[in-house]
Every structure is written in structure tokens, then in C-alpha cells.
């Protein structure tokens, strides 16, 4: 909702008021605005609007995703680097429903600024693959494929990724 910058201003004043608050001596006060600078701190690395688009992907609601990822106007200017990545990761995962050159286009921006967790690398890679399978262009999906593999160490994409190496051998 804050703009990052907000965020980080807002964190230090509440930090710089509960330093306040110990001096005076009230460190029931001082303790609690700790934790609520916290809570700045952490939505600064995480926005809370892509943590509900997040919420609404995992029900399949699409639409209540779209409707969240609307609210952000400008991503370059109000989000991280990251964020930006999961950003455009998620609107990634909905065109792939429709338009699958809108969909590669957003998956390679999402890997380019960068997710902060393998297994979304490695889901981004797999549709990577998966498009470029049914583009015709076998041989950047076998290299797609064989990345997403290397990265999924604990075996959440294991299915897939057979079910899609068995498809390439038909092309």
C-alpha cells in the first residue's frame, strides 16, 4: 500500500520513537514499537500486495489475482528488484493461460530481475521449456528442462518434468 521508500522512513521513526520510549523509561512501549518497525521492515522486502496475489493464485482465483496485481501502478518505481521479479512471475503464470508469447516474455523479465527462491527459478524454467516445446523449438526446451531439473532439489517438480521429457521425445 506504502511506497518502499515510505516503508523504510516510517520503520526508522518508529524505531527512532521506541529509543524514546526506553529512555523515559515506558519499555512495555518501546518493545512493542520494535515489533511494529518490524513489520515495516519485513513488508519493505515483502509487499503485501503481491503476498495476497500470492494467496489468490494458490486458490486458482485469477481474476482476484489480476484484481490485486492492478492495485500496483508503477512496479519499477514502488517495488524491489525481487518483487518486481515476482511480479511479473505471476502475471507470467496467468498469460500462460491465454497468451503464451505475453507469458515467455514475462517469465524471461521475472528471471532477469530475479526470484529469491529455486523452486520458483525452477517453475519459471519449466514453463519456459513448456512454451518453447510447443513452439517448436526443441533444443532451448531441453536446456529450459534440464536447468529446471538441476534446481528442483527437493522433487516438487519431478512429475512435470518427466511428463514434459516424455513429450519432447515425441516432437
Known sequence: MFNKNIKLILAVLIIAYAVYQFIEGFIGNGIFLIFLALIF???YYRNEIILLSFL????????GTKKWLSKIKKPEASLTKKQ????????????SQTNLTQAEKYFKKALKLGLSMKHDVAMAKLS????????????E???????AKKLDKQNLLADQIKMMQQQMKRI
Open 41 to 43: 521492515i519485513f513488508l
Open 84 to 95: 518486481q521479479g515476482y511480479f511479473n512471475y505471476l502475471h507470467g503464470i496467468m498469460s
Open 56 to 63: 489468490r493464485m494458490r486458490k486458482q482465483d485469477f481474476e
Open 141 to 147: 526446451a531441453t536446456m529450459l528442462l534440464n536447468e
Open 128 to 139: 519456459l521449456a513448456g512454451i518453447a516445446m510447443q513452439k517448436r523449438r526443441k533444443r
